[in-house]
């Protein structure tokens, strides 16, 4: 069986030039590798989670009103948009082989199982490497088999979306992105051992309750 296989690639996000920007190199290294971790949970984030990741990581730092604010906010935006592009890009990548491997058409649709024989958990971690690589894996994934069953479940949904993208000329973004209702709940931990992420109600603060 012909399996799918990906690339990791490495997002460096520049520091911000604000004049208010509070952070040196290290501590914004140190608030990367948390968005990393996040991602797993959500693949998008707000203002809110912004601010609630940094009082957990900083609380000793004092922002200077909006400006320091509103430079941190764009820079961690970016860093979770160039993200996003990565792992749309690998799925996508992936569609026309995949097409032409199961002939697919729009009368011939797919099969959750192909889905899950062409994508499986190896292929998805290798294109999201350096997100894998600032997590602790085994406390993660190993010793939580639901938090894999739940991120693959995600995979393959967006998957499925991106086919229809090609196959039916769909537009799936949107739909792509509210799919974190699959991951939000995952308990993910950083390799540092640090267990900040636990404490941050994403589902609340994306006003996912309501929906």
């Not at 430079?71 to 032409?100: K, Q």
């Not at 699959?182 to 636990?198: E, H, P, R, S």
Request: hydrophobic share 35%; proline share 2%.
């Amino acid at each position: 069986m012909t399996k799918a296989s990906g690339h990791g690639h490495e997002i460096i996000q520049e520091k911000p030039t604000s004049r208010f920007c509070k952070f040196s190199d290290n501590e914004l290294g140190v608030l990367q590798l948390h968005l990393k971790c996040l991602f797993f949970r959500t693949r998008v984030i707000n203002k809110q989670i912004i601010n609630e990741l940094v009082r957990s990581l900083f609380p000793n730092i004092e922002m200077n009103g909006m400006s320091d604010l509103a430079t941190l906010h764009t820079w961690a935006l970016r860093s979770y948009r160039d993200y996003n592009m990565i792992i749309r890009r690998e799925l996508r990548n992936l569609v026309p082989e995949f097409i032409r491997k199961y002939r697919l058409s729009e009368s011939r649709q797919l099969t959750t199982q192909q889905i899950s024989e062409y994508i499986t958990e190896k292929v998805w971690m290798s294109f999201l490497k350096r997100h894998m690589d600032v997590i602790d894996e085994k406390k993660t994934f190993k010793d939580q088999p639901r938090n894999t069953t739940a991120f693959t479940k995600f995979i393959h949904s967006a998957f499925n979306l991106f086919i229809q993208e090609n196959l039916l000329g769909k537009e799936v973004n949107d739909t792509v992105k509210n799919l974190n209702y699959l991951t939000v709940d995952m308990k993910v931990y950083t390799a540092n051992g640090n267990d900040i992420l636990q404490r941050i109600d994403i589902r609340s603060l994306l006003n996912l309750d309501r929906q």
